[in-house]
């Protein structure tokens, strides 16, 4: 049991370092094959960074736990509005551009409601049983595409303002092995942290979903906590608003859809709650763009967030 603790906890490092290696060895090759760095930005560091929450969706989703596969992406998307962007706005207020409030954010509304309209199948057909099914995964990836062909579109009609660091350019041999090491990582912690979640579970007699919803979904948040915490430091608070909400879609759209086309996701209606904090996070961050100053979120408002997330946080476990 100790060592299934141990390497729970070793599973978020190699998750985390194996997602940068692949992101690394990726872009070096992408580099040398004269890709410019805003097309890396959008195709091998969005997926790289989504590459932990993505790994142990499938893992679990073969698992069958899918209490952990859901939970987790509700529990990321509920952390990446209150606790990161919240964090965000405490070292420097977070500016969004227009784009980001009037068509990224309903987006990532849009997404949220749509998971709770495909999972709720008893609730809307009178069935006995609830769950993202293939069709419904197929359905996600549709709308994942028609958001990718929105941020090219949005890219190709004008330079954006991504000061991303450059790419550092690799040998191929290194490339290689980055990208390789990089997939073990992600294979072997996300194995790990997936059945030290199911072991803790049991162990402590909670449920997997408190645990996706808690743990597991801060745990592969990390990346995204870094790139936005960094992001607001350097004051290129664009970027860190845009990470988050570009994860948020990314989570749904993505890497539900994927999860549920390799196997249907059956559906605790209990969840149901967690849909609602998530639908209320994405209107909360649209309502913020208008009280106070117009578009920014200001540093009080990044102390509520973050207060709320703690209190999210106290009910889960009182109520689990």
Request: no cysteine.
């Given at each position: 049991m100790i060592l299934t603790y141990i390497l729970f906890a070793?599973?978020?490092?190699?998750?985390?370092?194996?997602?940068?290696?692949?992101?690394?060895?990726?872009?070096?090759?992408?580099?040398?094959?004269?890709?410019?760095?805003?097309?890396?930005?959008?195709?091998?560091?969005?997926?790289?960074?989504?590459?932990?929450?993505?790994i142990v969706n499938i893992m679990a989703s073969m698992k069958g736990s899918t209490d952990i596969a859901i939970g987790n992406?509700?529990?990321?998307?509920?952390?990446?509005i209150l606790l990161i962007l919240g964090i965000s706005a405490i070292i420097y207020p977070i500016a969004a551009k227009r784009n980001t409030v009037l068509k990224e954010i309903p987006f990532s509304l849009l997404a949220a409601i749509m998971i709770g309209v495909m999972a709720n199948d008893a609730l809307f057909d009178g069935t006995t049983w609830s769950a993202i099914t293939r069709t419904d995964g197929l359905a996600l990836l549709g709308f994942f595409i028609i958001f990718f062909y929105y941020i090219f579109g949005?890219?190709?009609?004008?330079?954006?303002s991504t000061d991303t660091d450059e790419v550092k350019v690799h040998s191929n041999g290194k490339s290689v092995i980055f990208i390789l090491l990089g997939l073990v990582g992600l294979v072997f912690g996300g194995k790990w942290i997936v059945d030290g979640a199911v072991s803790i579970a049991e162990g402590f007699n909670i449920s997997e979903s408190l645990i996706g919803l808690t743990v597991v979904a801060i745990g592969t948040s990390l990346p995204e906590l870094a790139t936005s915490a960094?992001?607001?430091?350097?004051?290129?608070?664009?970027?860190?608003?845009?990470?988050?909400?570009?994860?948020?879609?990314?989570?749904?759209?993505?890497?539900?859809?994927?999860s549920s086309v390799i196997n249907p996701l059956a559906f605790n209606p209990a969840s149901n709650?967690?849909?609602i904090v998530t639908i209320?996070?994405?209107?909360?961050?649209?309502?913020?763009m208008y009280i106070g100053k117009r578009h920014i979120i200001e540093r009080w408002q990044g102390f509520v967030m973050v207060s709320m997330y703690i209190g999210y946080i106290v009910f889960l476990v009182m109520t689990h």
């Amino acid at each position: 049991m100790i060592l299934t603790y141990i390497l729970f906890a070793i599973g978020f490092v190699l998750l985390i370092k194996g997602a940068d290696l692949l992101v690394e060895g990726s872009s070096s090759i992408a580099k040398k094959l004269h890709i410019s760095n805003i097309v890396i930005g959008l195709t091998i560091v969005a997926f790289g960074t989504s590459m932990p929450e993505l790994i142990v969706n499938i893992m679990a989703s073969m698992k069958g736990s899918t209490d952990i596969a859901i939970g987790n992406i509700l529990g990321s998307n509920i952390a990446n509005i209150l606790l990161i962007l919240g964090i965000s706005a405490i070292i420097y207020p977070i500016a969004a551009k227009r784009n980001t409030v009037l068509k990224e954010i309903p987006f990532s509304l849009l997404a949220a409601i749509m998971i709770g309209v495909m999972a709720n199948d008893a609730l809307f057909d009178g069935t006995t049983w609830s769950a993202i099914t293939r069709t419904d995964g197929l359905a996600l990836l549709g709308f994942f595409i028609i958001f990718f062909y929105y941020i090219f579109g949005i890219t190709s009609s004008h330079e954006t303002s991504t000061d991303t660091d450059e790419v550092k350019v690799h040998s191929n041999g290194k490339s290689v092995i980055f990208i390789l090491l990089g997939l073990v990582g992600l294979v072997f912690g996300g194995k790990w942290i997936v059945d030290g979640a199911v072991s803790i579970a049991e162990g402590f007699n909670i449920s997997e979903s408190l645990i996706g919803l808690t743990v597991v979904a801060i745990g592969t948040s990390l990346p995204e906590l870094a790139t936005s915490a960094v992001a607001a430091y350097k004051k290129q608070t664009d970027i860190a608003i845009g990470n988050v909400v570009g994860s948020n879609i990314f989570n749904i759209f993505w890497i539900l859809g994927v999860s549920s086309v390799i196997n249907p996701l059956a559906f605790n209606p209990a969840s149901n709650i967690d849909i609602i904090v998530t639908i209320f996070t994405s209107i909360l961050l649209f309502a913020i763009m208008y009280i106070g100053k117009r578009h920014i979120i200001e540093r009080w408002q990044g102390f509520v967030m973050v207060s709320m997330y703690i209190g999210y946080i106290v009910f889960l476990v009182m109520t689990h």
